[in-house]
């Protein structure tokens, strides 16, 4: 053999004269190929000067001193330009484009240092084709940098997919994001085939759909929705706790021994609510709903039969004996809001300063079809009714 494999150095024959030349040109071509770092790829014919030991990638098409070289590595050794064919996987530093490139299938390519872009990243798992992120960890975490973050993503029309899948032994549970249209959706699945749809935000009004419907947070039994009154500033209940003494019975009509009718049944509950009062005269205690007051000391029933045994002197009271609770009844706000008396699971109060509440509605009304507002014997407050859970 007369040179290396690799780098075609020249071998120092037996018995040659002047074995110094040919050593020589081995050191010179391992000068310009060991550590190779050119100064550029971009030329395609040589400079109009160059310095001893200066190196450049051959453009392609190149021209003149160059012509034919498309490649190679030029060196300007003792006057003299030198070539130097690479072969597969010879690394180059290009100092001008400040950068690695390595020789590849006859071309130089740059060596990506980087990770932008990368095809494939995998922080602790293996990622694929399909998962080009994958990471696998206790946690994650997309910190600001500045005031806030914001994570992105993206679909290419509003008929395609862009979500967030919650998984389960990565079987599919919960989806959220716009789903296949422009949408925002929840969508549930126990067994990641059958898939519900809990919740759909349209994305030209805004108004949410529940598909599945809504559960109420007290009583668990399915809502059909909230429903907001209108006016509620007139639709006004006040519970209180209190007594007063039978002076005569007409009809539907009670009259007081003193002027507190009012104090039973306030005057801003009229067209929206019925209180039911106590007999405690009576044993067992009859309950009669008390609909309107007329008068300083009368109050209006909505049965007549319900105080057709009551008399004069008897005792009244509004808490139930029993559990201590004043009941109300809000079917004639219903009728006139609504136009329709129905079984409702709850409704939401505004106390004002007080602060607002949701209360579950379970027991039904012996005198309608809705179900009755229970406070507690030592109730004290004037509320507004917003809405009702149907």
Known sequence: MEQTSNLKLPYIAPSQAQK??????????????????????????????????????VSSGAIGAWNG??????????????????????????????????????????????????ELVGINTRADDTNRLSVKSAASLFDHAGEGHQLKINKAGDQKLASILFQSGYEGRAEIGTIWNRDFSIKVSADNKQWREVMIADGKTGMVQFPGGVVHSHTGRKLS?????????????????????????????????????????????????????????????????????????????SNPDHIRQWVAGDNLQTADPANQTIAVDISPLMYSQLGNVFVQDGVVLNGGTAGGMTLACSIASPVSSSNLICFKGDERGRYNLIGVYG
Not at 74 to 79: I, K, P
Not at 82 to 102: K, S, Y
Request: glycine fraction near 8%.
């Open 225 to 301: 929705g909230l429903i907001f009154l209108s006016g509620s500033g007139n639709a006004v209940l006040e519970p209180v706790a209190a007594t007063a003494a039978c002076a005569s019975v007409s009809g539907d009509l009670l009259s007081l021994k003193t002027k507190v009718a009012s104090t039973l049944f306030a005057s801003t509950m009229r067209g929206t609510g019925m209180v039911r009062l106590w007999n405690i005269s009576k044993s067992p205690a009859q309950p009669a709903w008390v609909k309107w007051d007329t008068g300083a000391d009368q109050l209006q029933v």
């Open 69 to 118: 070289k498309d490649g190679q590595i030029a060196a300007w050794q003792d006057g003299a330009w030198a070539f130097f064919q690479p072969v597969d996987g010879w690394h180059a530093w290009i100092a001008a484009e400040n950068c690695l490139a390595v020789f590849s299938q006859g071309r130089w390519a740059d060596i990506k240092t980087g990770t932008n872009p990368v």
């Open 20 to 57: 110094h030349v040919t050593h020589n040109e081995a050191i010179r071509a391992l000068d310009a190929l060991v550590q190779l770092s050119v100064i550029g790829r971009s030329l395609k014919e040589p400079p109009a000067s160059a310095k001893e030991g200066e190196r450049y990638i």
